[in-house]
C-alpha cells in the first residue's frame, strides 16, 4: 500500500468504533484494551495515520509510541472489513513505517510542553491517564459529520471512577475550561469535540449483576455488546442499541432504542438509578429525592445534565425457546399496519419494519453483494418491506398466524449462506415459473420450498466467504460457520451486522417519534425525504420503525449516506439537512406528536410518556 492510497484509506475511517468491541468473537485489539485511549486501537490510529501521512503530523514521543505498541494481529482488518469494507492493517503498518523512516534519517521526538491543567489532572488521574500530546489529540479531534469542524483539544483525561472525574470537572470548572464527555466516540455529530478538555470514560469498566433483584450495574466505559453479552449468559437481556456504544452514554444522548423496545420501552423505562457528576462537580443521584429532575422532559435544546459514571438498569428474563420470523410485505403501509396490530396486541419481544436497504446491507457480507440483493429482493422477489418479529413460541405462533407469509428461520439460514447463488437467473426463473398469480416471495415463503431453495442454492459458509476478498475468505468462512452469524434473534440481539448501514459512505440518521394510529402521515414523511434526497443530490432510505407502547407510537429512522472526504458531498448533505429539519419541524407543527430527536438529545433519563404525548401535559 502507497502513502496516498493508505492516506485515503485512513480518512474514510467512519468512526463507529467496531474494533474497540469484541464484536466477531476474535478479540479485541491488544493495544487499545490496555492503553485506553482511543489513539491506541484501529480507529484512533487511522485518524493519526490520516493526519501524519496526509498534513504532515510532527513527530511526537506519542505518535512513536502509539504505532510501538500496535502488535500487528490482524484483528481489527476482520473487523473493519466486516463492517465497512475497509482494511486498515495496512495503514497502520504504513504509519509506523513513516514514523521508523523519520526516527531512522535523525528526526526527534518534539516534547510536548508542560501544560499546567495536563498536569493537574494527571495528579488526579495519574499521569498515565491524561494527555497533551498532538498524536494523542488528533484521535479526539474530528467526527464523519458534515455539519462538524476538527476540533484539536487541549488535553485528554481518562478518570477511572466517579470520585476522580467529580475532581476533572471541578478542575475544569475552576480554570473556566470547556470539557466534552466521550464515550466511543460515535456520536459523528460533532457532540464530543471540545478545545478544551476531553473526558473519555472508557476506564470505567464495572459491571456488577444482582440477580435476585434483576438488575446490573454498569460503569461508564462498559458497551452494550459486552453488557448483553454477560447479560446474556445470565439467561437475561437488556434493552440495548448499537453495540460499540457505552451504555451509559448511549441512556445520556437520546435514551436507548432498539426493536426490542416495542415490548421493554425506552429512555427512562429501563432504568433503576444512575448516578452523575454535575457540571460544577457535585455527585448526584437519579433517585436522589433533592438531585435534579431528569425523568422530566422539555422541548428544548439542552445542554448535558452532567457525566454519567454509573447506571442500574433492569434485566428481563429470556425465555429458552425464543427465536425470530420475517414477515415480507410488497408496500410500506401494509407492514406498517401489521407491525402496529402486533404492537397493540403485545405480541414480540421485538418488532422492527425494515426496509430494502436495511435487508439487503445487514446480511450482505461485501457492498457488491448488497448492491444485487437490492434488486432481487424487492424487483425480483417483491419485497419492499420486511417486519422482524422475535419472541417465544406463543408470541411467534400468533404472529404467523396474523401474517399473510412467513420467512422461517432456516429459510434465511439458506438465503444469507446461499446469497452468491439467489441473483442467478436460474434461480429467479424457478420462482417464476410457479408464480401463479402469486407474488414471488409468497411462494418463497412457502414451507415446502426449503428443499427446492436448498437444492439450487447449495448453501455454505464457504459459498458466502468466496464474496469476501481473497485473503479474507478463509476468516469469513470461519466466522460464517458459526450458526449465530445467521440467527435473526441473535444477529438482533447483538446488533453487530447495524454498522454495515455506513459501509458505502458515512449515515446522517434521522431519528422521528411518530404517532401510529395516521400511516398515512408516516408515508408523507417517507415521501418527502426523498424528495429531498431527489432534489439535493443525495442517496438516501427508509431505514427502520418500531412500534411502542402498545402500537400507540412509533420510533422512524430515515437515512441519508456521503462520503464525508468528499467536499462537494458534504455540502450536498448540509443543504439536504437542512431542508429536512425543516420538513421535520413542519409536520411536527400539524401534529404534535411528531417529535424529531433532536428535542430529545441530552434527555435520555426522561420517561418515555413525558415526550411521546407532551402535548397532553399538565400546565
Not at 37 to 46: A, E, N, R
Amino acid at each position: 500500500m502507497d502513502i496516498v492510497k493508505a492516506a485515503r484509506t485512513a480518512a474514510q475511517c467512519r468512526h463507529y468504533a467496531m474494533c474497540k468491541i469484541d464484536s466477531l468473537g476474535t478479540g479485541v485489539c491488544p493495544s487499545g484494551r490496555k492503553n485506553h485511549f482511543v489513539s491506541y486501537y484501529p480507529q484512533g490510529l487511522m485518524d493519526i495515520a490520516s493526519a501524519a501521512l496526509d498534513r504532515g503530523l510532527p513527530l511526537t514521543p506519542g505518535l512513536v509510541d502509539v504505532v510501538r505498541e500496535c502488535t500487528d494481529c490482524g484483528i481489527c482488518d476482520l473487523q473493519c472489513n466486516f463492517v465497512t469494507g475497509l482494511r486498515p492493517l495496512g495503514v497502520i503498518r504504513k504509519l509506523r513505517e513513516h514514523v521508523e523512516d523519520r526516527l531512522a534519517a535523525g528526526e526527534r521526538p518534539e516534547q510536548t510542553p508542560q501544560d499546567p491543567l495536563a498536569a493537574e489532572l494527571g495528579e488526579v488521574v495519574g499521569r498515565r491517564w491524561v494527555s497533551s500530546d498532538p498524536a494523542i489529540l488528533t484521535a479526539y479531534a474530528n467526527d464523519p459529520s458534515p455539519v462538524s469542524a476538527h476540533t484539536l483539544p487541549r488535553c485528554v483525561v481518562l478518570p477511572a471512577d466517579t470520585a476522580q472525574t467529580a475532581a476533572a470537572v471541578r478542575a475544569c470548572d475552576r480554570k473556566g475550561v470547556d470539557y466534552a464527555v466521550r464515550g466511543n466516540g460515535g456520536s459523528v455529530m460533532g457532540f464530543v469535540l471540545s478545545p478544551g478538555v476531553v473526558i473519555d470514560t472508557a476506564r470505567m469498566r464495572g459491571m456488577e449483576f444482582d440477580i435476585p433483584n434483576r438488575a446490573v450495574r454498569v460503569g461508564a466505559g462498559i458497551s452494550a455488546m459486552e453488557l448483553q453479552r454477560e447479560a446474556a449468559a445470565r439467561g437475561f437481556r437488556v434493552n440495548a442499541a448499537e453495540p460499540s456504544a457505552l451504555y451509559c452514554a448511549n441512556i445520556t444522548c437520546s435514551g436507548i432504542f432498539s426493536l426490542f423496545s416495542s415490548s421493554l420501552g425506552t429512555a427512562a423505562d429501563n432504568v433503576v438509578d444512575a448516578r452523575f457528576v454535575s457540571r460544577s462537580g457535585e455527585v448526584f443521584a437519579l433517585s436522589q429525592r433533592d438531585g435534579p429532575n431528569l425523568y422530566a422532559f422539555s422541548r428544548e435544546e439542552l445542554g448535558q445534565p452532567g457525566v454519567c459514571t454509573e447506571a442500574v438498569v433492569r434485566l428481563h428474563p429470556v425465555p429458552e425457546d425464543e427465536a425470530a420470523i420475517a414477515v415480507p410485505f410488497g408496500d410500506m403501509r401494509s407492514a406498517m399496519e401489521y407491525a402496529r396490530e402486533l404492537g397493540t396486541r403485545r405480541i414480540g419481544a421485538g418488532i422492527g419494519v425494515l426496509g430494502g436497504e436495511y435487508l439487503s446491507t445487514f446480511i450482505a457480507p461485501t457492498s457488491g453483494l448488497a448492491d444485487r440483493m437490492r434488486s432481487v429482493f424487492g424487483e425480483d422477489l417483491g419485497m419492499e418491506h420486511l417486519v422482524l418479529v422475535m419472541g417465544d413460541r406463543y408470541h411467534l405462533e400468533a404472529a404467523r398466524e396474523m401474517a399473510p407469509a412467513v420467512l422461517e428461520q432456516e429459510l434465511m439460514t439458506a438465503l444469507i449462506l446461499g446469497m452468491p447463488s439467489l441473483q442467478e437467473d436460474g434461480f429467479l426463473e424457478i420462482l417464476r415459473g410457479l408464480e401463479g398469480g402469486r407474488r414471488p416471495y409468497e411462494i418463497l415463503t412457502d414451507p415446502g420450498m426449503l428443499p427446492l431453495v436448498e437444492a439450487a442454492l447449495d448453501p455454505s459458509a464457504e459459498k458466502l466467504a468466496s464474496a469476501a476478498e481473497p485473503e479474507l475468505r478463509e476468516a469469513y468462512r470461519r466466522l460464517y460457520d458459526r450458526p449465530e452469524m445467521t440467527d435473526m434473534l441473535w444477529l438482533n440481539l447483538f446488533r453487530i451486522v447495524s454498522s454495515r448501514m455506513g459501509r458505502d459512505g458515512h449515515v446522517v440518521a434521522f431519528i422521528i417519534y411518530v404517532p401510529l394510529d395516521d400511516i398515512g402521515q408516516i408515508e408523507e414523511i417517507h415521501n418527502a425525504f426523498a424528495d429531498i434526497c431527489t432534489s439535493c443530490g443525495v442517496r438516501g432510505a427508509f431505514g427502520f420503525l418500531t412500534p411502542l407502547d402498545e402500537g400507540a407510537m412509533g420510533v422512524l429512522e430515515w437515512d441519508m449516506y456521503l462520503d464525508h472526504t468528499d467536499p462537494a458531498q458534504a455540502e450536498r448533505m448540509r443543504g439536504a439537512m437542512a431542508e429536512a429539519a425543516s420538513m421535520i419541524e413542519g409536520f411536527s407543527a400539524r401534529d404534535g406528536r411528531v417529535l424529531w430527536i433532536r428535542w430529545v438529545f441530552n434527555q435520555g433519563f426522561s420517561r418515555k410518556e413525558s415526550f411521546l404525548y407532551h402535548g397532553a401535559q399538565l400546565t
